[in-house]
């Protein structure tokens, strides 16, 4: 029993693909989408408002792209071994993680927002629509706030613990 928990941690290897595999569409879907935004602005006016949403539609996806690729790449690192990549792509635990994700978040939604500025016809519902953003975009800035206070709390109470990463198994063994 104690084998079949301790290589459990390998099942996420089915989360890590599929995360690899969805970022790989959204930056196959996103050079398809800039391929025919180039394609029609070589044909219209490329200052054209529509112009400027499909590119935002563009960027969109390279940045849900990334951010899939960051969280796979970082599930990993977590559970089945070390990676040659930046620091920056890596993460300690799952809180690090969610907060990374919520930094991608953010981004997107502001795309999503100026787009909605560019498509809309209505004042109102994009002022809503904005605060709906900002509200989101608040939360999520103090989630992070608050969680980044929690872990240097929690370092500074206990410096001499150090987190066990998978490679971290591999060694003692």
Same mark, same amino acid.
């Given at each position: 029993? !104690?084998?079949?928990?301790?290589? @459990? ?16 569409? *959204?930056?196959?879907?996103? *050079? ?17 408002? @529509? $112009?400027?949403? *499909? ?10 792209? $990334? ?44 795309? !999503? ?6 498509? @809309? ?20 800035? *103090? ?26 198994? !591999?060694?003692?063994?």
């Amino acid at each position: 029993m !104690k084998w079949l928990l301790e290589n @459990s941690r390998y099942l996420s290897i089915i989360g890590i693909l599929s995360l690899l595999l969805g970022a790989l569409a *959204a930056l196959v879907q996103g *050079a398809y989408k800039l391929y025919r935004t180039i394609e029609t602005a070589i044909h219209e006016d490329p200052k054209s408002d @529509s $112009t400027l949403v *499909a590119l935002f539609g563009c960027l969109d996806n390279f940045l849900v792209a $990334t951010a899939l690729i960051v969280i796979s790449v970082s599930l990993y690192e977590l559970f089945i071994g070390r990676l040659e990549v930046p620091d920056w792509m890596l993460v300690r635990n799952l809180e690090e993680l969610k907060a990374k994700f919520s930094y991608v978040v953010i981004p997107v939604m502001a795309v !999503k927002f100026v787009q909605n500025v560019l498509e @809309s016809k209505n004042a109102l519902e994009t002022l809503y629509y904005g605060a709906g953003v900002a509200l989101v975009i608040a939360s999520l800035t *103090a989630f992070n706030y608050v969680s980044e206070k929690e872990r240097e709390a929690e370092y500074e109470r206990h410096p001499e613990e150090e987190e066990t990463r998978a490679a971290d198994l !591999k060694n003692n063994n």
